[in-house]
């Protein structure tokens, strides 16, 4: 079984950063990050392959920077121009498998490894 930890989200302005990051007890292979807003369905917002390959949701291109620490086993999002409509419970996963050189392709549900989710709040 491996734990995974998040941390880092909290309340911010509109135009702002935050910086989430998620901890895994040990290596795994694809690593995300979904979210979820109240009343919406969960969205998945970035992923990184072991090979630090990344890929994005069109709504947060250009203003979220998925990266990983391998040897802590750690991935982080770093989200800059924060808008309102940024604001859901971040959840981070791992374990998918990588397919075609990407973990784009992986559904929530092929990963077996989820944190307990961080609120991220976007208001003035």
């Known amino acids: 079984q491996v734990q995974v930890v998040e941390s880092g989200g909290g309340s911010v302005q509109p135009g702002g950063s935050l910086r989430l990051s998620c901890a895994a007890s040990r290596d795994t292979l694809c690593m995300a990050w979904f979210r979820q807003a109240a009343g919406k369905v969960r969205e998945l917002v970035a992923t990184i392959t072991p090979g630090a390959t990344p890929n994005y949701a069109d709504s947060v291109k250009g203003r979220f920077t998925i990266s990983r620490d391998n040897a802590k086993n750690t991935v982080y999002l770093q989200m800059n121009s924060l808008k309102a409509e940024d604001t859901a419970m971040y959840y981070c996963?791992?374990?998918?498998?990588?397919?075609?050189?990407?973990?784009?392709?992986?559904?929530?549900?092929?990963?077996?490894?989820w944190g307990q989710g961080t609120q991220v709040t976007v208001s003035s």
């Open positions: 996963a791992a374990g998918a498998a990588v397919r075609h050189g990407t973990c784009w392709l992986a559904t929530a549900a092929s990963y077996p490894y």
